[in-house]
């Protein structure tokens, strides 16, 4: 049964991260990357198969060789990340959640920015 959570798990991010590669405001390289690990504790054949995918296998051989993320999905995550910072305002979220986003969001992104491209 955890197997099929993990599958499940890996499958919805999969999903995601090919709506990323077609709309560039989904953070492809972060969902490949976390679908892989969902796959790897459901199911090492669909982990085998995403890491020698054409399309999704390179970000994940970059991460696992030198801790890389794509220039692109740099740019691509962060700039989700700001849309969404932006619209909370826009939408009048109260200034406490504002702030835990805000140190939540930068705190990815000062992660991402500083992998290697």
């Not at 969902?38 to 020698?52: E, K, L, M, N, P």
């Not at 890389?68 to 849309?83: F, G, N, P, T, Y």
Request: glycine residues 10%; hydrophobic residues 55%; positive net charge.
């Amino acid at each position: 049964m955890i197997r099929l959570l993990w599958n499940t798990a890996g499958f919805a991010a999969l999903a995601l991260a090919g709506l990323g590669v077609i709309l560039p405001l989904l953070p492809t390289t972060p969902l490949v990357l976390l679908a892989a690990f969902a796959f790897g504790r459901g199911s090492t054949q669909f982990r085998d198969r995403i890491v020698a995918h054409r399309v999704f296998g390179p970000p994940l051989r970059d991460w696992k060789a030198r801790g890389a993320i794509s220039r692109r999905a740099k740019v691509a995550a962060c700039s989700v990340m700001a849309l969404t910072f932006i619209a909370s305002v826009v939408l009048g979220v109260k200034p406490v959640v504002l702030v835990v986003q805000a140190l939540c969001l930068g705190g990815a992104a000062g992660f991402i920015l500083t992998r290697s491209s």
